[in-house]
Nanobody
Framework: QVHLVESGGGLVQAGGSLRLSCEVA????????VAWFRQAPGKEREFAVG????????NHADSVKGRFTITRDNAKNMVYLQMNGLKAEDTAVYYC?????????????????WGQGTQVVVSS
């Protein structure tokens, strides 16, 4: 059993910053690629950013490049998403997801493990 728990969401003004955290428990953390997806009201879930098992590779959606940074601490079983320069269009529920290979892909269906999500609201 693998459990993912997100935290750190909240309300922030446009231009501000937030840091989301994702704790992954249940199996050897370094065997998982971890990614952040997000889902805005009325829209499909979309890939934001992902990180390889040992952090040497990342993959960013164009919409977040230069603003979002993903990091991981394998000693603590944690992944972090630093979000800067937030925009109203970043408002969404943010989900942490994991897959047990080393492909930092952007397709939600390829991720087998998901957290419950954390809400981010950016006011303009």
């Amino acid at each position: 059993q693998v459990h993912l728990v997100e935290s750190g969401g909240g309300l922030v003004q446009a231009g501000g910053s937030l840091r989301l955290s994702c704790e992954v428990a249940g199996r050897t953390f370094s065997t998982f690629v971890v990614a952040w997806f997000r889902q805005a009201p009325g829209k499909e879930r979309e890939f934001a950013v992902g990180i390889s098992r040992f952090g040497e590779r990342t993959n960013h959606a164009d919409s977040v490049k230069g603003r979002f940074t993903i990091t991981r601490d394998n000693a603590k079983n944690m992944v972090y998403l630093q979000m800067n320069g937030l925009k109203a269009e970043d408002t969404a529920v943010y989900y942490c997801a994991a897959r047990q290979d080393d492909h930092v892909g952007s397709l939600a269906r390829e991720y087998g493990y998901w957290g419950q999500g954390t809400q981010v609201v950016v006011s303009s």
